[in-house]
């Protein structure tokens, strides 16, 4: 099945299927099928569309350190395509060799998201994108920076000629073309996907058990929903933050945004330990601990979030569900690109 996936995922990097290729992800038989189904079609916004050239571009520029402002990483640097496009740091480490504020979150199905950053700061991918560009503590660039990157780099600049002819070097420019490279980041097909489509023995009798409680009686399921496990919303789960507030530094008077974060997508989920948006927690069944626990009491604390009385087996169940949404072994090199 590794093998598939692989062959599979490479003609799809290599525009030789088109997402159609993929339709046995969509071919859905009943309500649960569709709920949990990626959709077939990635979406672009309309001021942006899609363009092979920029795709090209955004992909070449994704992985170029020379992008940053002193040459020394590289967007993968941080979202690294083995650890499913995230690291296994609590805090990330900028291109001055400084640890940022959060933790680096996964670009995984962002095309479908809403706002962007664990406190939902960007309103787009292109700003967000934007963002990690610019910020003198993450990559440094300016457009002085860029400049002297594209006439270093032949294949830097033939390709920036190619997606915006006849245009000057822009930082904003190269943030559309490395946002359409994130939105090819569809996650791959996972175990729990060829159950759902009617595969039984995809995954193991604890991992079904495991979901029925994740939809069940331990809630996940009531934010982390949808095919990409997310309701895209923010919530306070419990988590210590310190003297973060997450979204409510920029809500103050709203209670339960205070210490509220984005639920984040749980495909690949395995692959990124530790959790959180600062990385306190170090595993999955630590995770589970804290849920079960009920988290930290406060007036902002959601309300779906209270002590859940699971069992020593029925949390190790959910682990292994959440297991297996992992299309991919750790270490692995698939390039997840799709358009
Ligand atoms: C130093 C590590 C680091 C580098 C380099 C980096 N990022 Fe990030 N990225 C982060 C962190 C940390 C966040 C969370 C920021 C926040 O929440 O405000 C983030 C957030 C994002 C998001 C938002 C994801 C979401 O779902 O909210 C996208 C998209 C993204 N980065 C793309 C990129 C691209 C493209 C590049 C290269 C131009 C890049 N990043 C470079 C660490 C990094
Ligand atoms: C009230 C909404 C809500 C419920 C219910 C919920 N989650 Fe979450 N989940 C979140 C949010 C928000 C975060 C991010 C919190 C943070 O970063 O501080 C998160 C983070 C996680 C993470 C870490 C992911 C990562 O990349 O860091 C895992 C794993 C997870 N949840 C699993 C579960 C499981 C399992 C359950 C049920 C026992 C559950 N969640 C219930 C909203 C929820």
Redesign the pocket.
Not at 92 to 95: F, I, T
């Given at each position: 099945m590794r093998l598939r996936t692989a062959s599979l995922m490479a003609l799809v990097t290599f525009g030789l299927i088109g997402a159609g290729g993929l339709a046995f992800r969509t071919m859905s038989t009943g309500p649960r099928h569709i709920q949990y189904a990626t959709p077939a079609k990635i979406p672009y916004p309309a001021n942006d569309p899609f363009s092979a050239a920029k795709l090209a571009l955004g992909r070449f520029a994704?992985y170029d350190p020379q992008?940053?402002g002193p040459g020394t990483?590289?967007?993968a640097?941080?979202?690294i395509p083995s650890l499913g496009f995230a690291d296994h740091r609590a805090a990330?480490?900028?291109?001055m060799g400084k640890p940022?504020a959060?933790?680096?979150?996964t670009?995984l199905d962002?095309a479908w998201?809403r706002l962007?950053?664990?406190?939902g700061?960007?309103p787009s991918?292109a700003d967000?994108?934007t963002?990690?560009?610019v910020n003198p503590m993450?990559?440094a660039v300016t457009t002085h920076s860029l400049r002297q990157a594209m006439a270093q780099e032949p294949d830097l600049q033939s390709k920036y000629a190619a997606a915006f002819p006849a245009k000057a070097p822009s930082v904003d420019k190269m943030a559309r073309a490395?946002a359409t490279y994130?939105r090819t980041l569809v996650a791959p097909p996972s175990p729990f996907d060829r159950w759902m489509q009617g595969d039984p023995n995809a995954v193991s009798a604890g991992a079904k058990r495991g979901f029925k409680l994740f939809e069940g009686k331990a809630k996940c399921g009531v934010c982390h929903k949808g095919f990409a496990f997310t309701d895209r919303s923010f919530h306070d789960i419990g988590v210590s933050t310190g003297n973060d507030l997450g979204r409510g530094a920029k809500f103050p008077s709203s209670i339960k945004l205070q210490r509220a974060f984005?639920t984040p997508t749980l495909r690949d989920v395995a692959l990124r330990a530790p959790y959180m948006h600062n990385g306190s927690q170090p595993t999955l069944a630590s995770v589970v601990r804290l849920y079960n626990k009920g988290g930290i009491k406060r007036p902002s604390l959601d309300e779906n979030i209270h002590p859940l009385g699971l069992t020593t087996l029925e949390q190790s169940d959910i682990v292994a569900f959440l297991k297996t949404l992992t299309s991919y072994p750790e270490g692995s090199l698939e390039i997840q690109s799709r358009r």
């Open positions: 994704f992008l940053s990483i590289a967007c640097s941080c979202h990330s480490l900028g291109a940022m959060l933790r680096t979150p670009l962002a998201g962007y950053g664990w406190e700061k960007y991918l967000v994108v963002g990690a560009m993450n990559m490395l994130v984005k």
